[in-house]
């Protein structure tokens, strides 16, 4: 074992022996420890990705829990997240001042930022390794406290919004060998019920995104139950068509109203994929340069009583292929000027987390910021079975 694998592995032990409130207190004190660092803080992008949050640590003595603010756009912030790589420079009082991403299987979860008295290139990467296990402690420690989730919050939060938060996944984008996927989700003023999801099994990539019609908490409450549906019927095993069964009687029978939704199973080793879509806008795909709206069947939306059962269709992703899934407020009227295929194109070459925020922000500049309803996307970069290209022929 080399020192820097103890050395994180005493990070570690360190942060399991302290409070889960006190995650950026441990790795300061660990990088004061090794390195002689000075401030340490850990930056946090708030919910609408508008600003940073930072978090002073509990060794600045008043500062103690004290959140400071700062713009996102346009700071060597966002270009440290965009580009997920460190960036330092000299401080002025002769240190330097390093900004490394905390990023956990592609969820960027914010930034650390830290002064050195040197930068050896041994002590940047140890930052950058010690930023990384802050990106998996952090992820761990805020199931146990409101810390993370309140400092995210720059502004009022409605109860609508707080059910419709609560429904995302906890992480907005995930990394693997076949793939990488992000979403992204812009509330309207009044909320519009959009929800997306996504679930990884061994063989399976589960996907899905709904719109619950309606606003404010009628809405939210609909795509709970929606959700509730879908999710209950995936863990218990169901093939597609059973979840979209379910999801469709649920809300049938509590009759909460109707939802547009598409629900995808990726198998991972050859691509193929299974898609239910229930009244939903087409997604649009990305494949060799050229952007093209899928022709998929509309069925019905979930909710609107039918004797006709939701269809499963086919496809098949290639290596390279970019899927991008979205709801109607990506295309509102006040939006009519975004030209949503020439951006996917415009954006091929960014990761999806960025991608999204290219799509989702370009809606949102169209409408000044009002929107009518949710803009929601889901962007999958689909990469393959690269294992299975290096396994013999039988």
């Known amino acids: 074992m080399d020192g820097n694998t103890l050395e994180l592995g005493n990070l570690l032990a360190d942060a399991e022996d302290a409070s889960p409130v006190e995650s950026v207190d441990v790795v300061a004190r660990n990088l004061r420890k090794r390195f002689a660092a000075g401030d340490v803080s850990f930056l946090c992008v708030d919910l609408i990705e508008e600003e940073l949050v930072r978090l002073t640590t509990g060794d600045d003595g008043a500062d103690t829990g004290r959140a400071l603010r700062t713009a996102l756009r346009g700071s060597v912030y966002e270009q440290v997240l965009r580009s997920q790589r460190r960036h330092v420079e000299r401080d002025g009082a002769g240190g330097h001042r390093v900004i490394a991403p905390v990023t956990n299987r592609g969820d960027c979860v914010g930034v650390l930022e830290v002064t050195l008295p040197h930068d050896h290139p041994t002590v940047l990467r140890e930052v950058g390794e010690a930023a990384h296990a802050l990106a998996y402690i952090i992820v761990t420690d805020r199931r146990f406290t409101d810390l993370y989730h309140v400092n995210r919050r720059t502004t009022p939060t409605s109860l609508a919004a707080e059910i419709q938060h609560q429904l995302l996944p906890s992480a907005p984008a995930c990394e693997a060998p076949q793939f990488a996927i992000a979403g992204g989700l812009v509330p309207a003023d009044d909320i519009g019920g959009d929800t997306y999801d996504y679930a ?24 709970t139950l929606l959700l509730g549906a879908l999710r209950g019927a995936r863990r218990a095993g169901c093939d597609l068509a059973e979840q979209a069964r379910r999801a469709h009687r649920a809300l049938l029978q509590h009759n909460r109203g109707l939802a547009t939704g598409q629900l995808l ?94 799509l989702v922000g370009a809606v949102q500049d169209a409408c000044r910021g009002r929107l009518r309803d949710d803009a929601t996307t889901l962007c999958l970069d689909w990469y393959g079975d690269r294992d299975a290209r290096l396994r013999p022929l039988s």
Request: with cysteine; hydrophobic share 45%.
């Open 265 to 358: 199973r990726v198998c991972l080793a050859t691509g193929e994929v299974r898609l239910v879509n229930a009244g939903h806008p087409r997604p649009l795909l990305l494949r060799d340069g050229t952007v093209r709206e899928l022709a998929l069947t509309a069925n019905l939306p979930f909710g609107v009583a039918s004797p006709i059962e939701h269809q499963v269709q086919e496809l098949t992703l290639r290596p390279g292929d970019r899927l991008v899934l979205l709801t109607d407020g990506m295309q509102e009227r006040s939006a009519s000027g975004v030209d949503l295929p020439a951006l996917v194109r415009a954006s091929a070459e960014l990761h999806p987390r960025e991608a999204v925020r290219v």
């Open 200 to 223: 990884l099994d061994r063989d399976v990539l589960h996907l899905s995104i709904t719109d619950a019609m309606g606003h404010d908490t009628d809405s939210a409450l609909l795509a």
